[in-house]
């Protein structure tokens, strides 16, 4: 029997589900702030990172996804910070189960006023199943659709292209190591990215406004 004027369990379980498709409703994000720099953090993840209140990316992930395509749950530790010279540093240790295996990983953002790296270390325990594991960028599509883009490729090639206008049903892009493009008049962003080749992909075919940009299979 519920108290009156409380939700039974069930029925939150149910709401939380049906608003966010898991049992789980996400963390609230932590925002960092270095000059006019700005991202939001939400478990591990960045989400909007902004530059004098202009959105440049719509979010950096780390994801790990299993041999069917799905994304193994991820636990992240204490995430610790601190802040010298105008810059922020963060750190953390997360790891992710699938089947007996275990990847254990290491993440360290550096936020400066100019500049943002992420990197992350990663090393399974045993042999780990996995189609997918890395990085996963998004691009806004609000003042960026159709707008120019320079593509670097692995080869050292330079792509001068634009993102796509309508939604394009393949995918835009291959081989990508960098993408520059302007948010706003005088202002220039380059996502450079290490370790493996990246493709994009218009996320809008799957009812998300950002172009996903996201480490191709590790084989």
Not at 139 to 166: C, E, M, N, Q, Y
Request: aromatic share 8%.
């Amino acid at each position: 029997m519920t108290a009156k004027g409380k939700q039974s369990p069930v029925k939150s379980i149910k709401a939380l589900k049906k608003k966010f498709g898991t049992a789980e409703a996400p963390a609230k994000p932590r925002r960092f702030v270095s000059g006019a720099l700005r991202l939001d953090m939400q478990n591990g993840n960045l989400g909007a990172v902004s530059y004098h209140g202009v959105e440049v990316l719509r979010g950096i992930s780390w994801l790990v996804r299993d041999e069917n395509w799905g994304t193994c749950p991820s636990r992240v530790g204490k995430i610790t910070g601190k802040k010298e010279k105008g810059e922020v540093h963060l750190s953390y240790a997360a790891k992710a189960r699938h089947g007996g295996s275990t990847l254990t990983w290491k993440a360290r953002i550096r936020l400066s006023p100019q500049e943002l790296t992420f990197t992350v270390t990663a090393r399974p325990d045993t042999d780990f199943r996995t189609n997918r594991t890395g990085f996963v960028v998004l691009h806004p599509i609000t003042g960026v659709a159709g707008k120019p883009l320079t593509v670097k490729h692995v080869d050292g090639t330079i792509t001068r292209s634009r993102f796509p206008k309508l939604i394009s049903p393949g995918q835009p892009f291959f081989n990508i190591a960098a993408l520059s493009h302007a948010p706003a008049p005088g202002l220039k962003a380059t996502v450079s990215m290490e370790g493996h080749k990246f493709e994009m992909e218009d996320h809008r075919n799957w009812m998300d406004a950002s172009y996903k940009t996201y480490v191709c299979s590790l084989l």
